[in-house]
């Protein structure tokens, strides 16, 4: 068990909707990062959080969006979804602004749009 | 841009051999960092080993540890005396180390490592 919590495990939605995907991080941990699994893409980074800012962009859709709270907590919105959509999103954490650091990931969001 | 390069798609190794996974990578920085990760039927991503670029010394976990060669910018895993819970996808991913630089993982296209009883 790394630490890291993600709800839900598993999210099963049509295609139009919107879903939020929610990450605690390690006890401590400041940074927070989302990324995407998929069979196209495989992994990739989206977005990284540290103590409430963003801080790192990666290849995140305008459709998507993210943000980190004062009990840095973070969670994932994912619009309009599409059937492309459907991935294993994980969330990783690390104690500081990231750069030198191991990060820990989560187990992951199963998202299936249909 | 950096790019991380796992050519072997598959692999598969019976217990108790011993089996190397490939890696390489490009970039022009001199500072970085370079992990593998293990992701088992389960879907965790795990942290298996980590190497400092700045470290000519190998880096070992018990029975996995790494050949580092800067020079030709290759990363390879060595497991030694294979488990059958050694059955995973292993990635290879890279981090920029110098200053101002984020935490982005880089990831490689993943080998599927299946240990044979």
């Known amino acids: 068990d790394s630490g890291v919590t993600q709800t839900p495990k598993h999210l099963i939605t049509a295609t139009g909707q919107r879903v939020t995907l929610r990450c605690s991080p390690r006890s401590g941990d400041l940074s927070v990062y989302w990324y995407q699994q998929s069979l196209d893409q495989g992994l990739q980074f989206l977005i990284q959080?540290?103590?409430?800012?963003?801080?790192a962009k990666g290849n995140i859709l305008e459709r998507f969006s993210a943000q980190q709270f004062p009990d840095l907590h973070s969670e994932l919105n994912l619009s309009s979804l599409e059937l492309g959509d459907s991935a294993l999103y994980f969330c990783a954490s690390s104690p500081g602004v990231g750069q030198r650091e191991t990060q820990y990931f989560g187990p992951g969001t199963r998202l299936l749009v249909l | 841009a950096q790019t991380v390069t796992q050519s072997q798609p598959e692999m598969s190794v019976q217990e108790a051999e011993t089996v190397t996974l490939s890696c390489t990578y490009d970039?022009?920085?001199?500072?970085?960092?370079l992990f593998w990760y293990k992701q088992p039927p389960s879907r965790q991503m795990i942290l298996v080993i980590r190497q400092e670029a700045y470290k000519q010394q190998n880096a070992t976990e018990n029975r996995f540890s790494v050949n580092f060669q800067k020079a030709a910018k290759s990363f390879s895993l060595k497991i030694s005396d294979s488990q059958l819970g050694d059955t995973a996808m292993y990635f290879c991913?890279?981090?920029?180390?110098?200053?101002?630089?984020?935490?982005?993982?880089?990831f490689g296209q993943g080998t599927t490592l299946q240990v044979k009883p």
């Open positions: 970039t022009s920085e001199n500072n970085y960092y």
């Open positions: 991913a890279f981090m920029n180390g110098g200053s101002g630089n984020t935490g982005k993982l880089i």
């Open positions: 959080y540290y103590n409430g800012e963003e801080r």
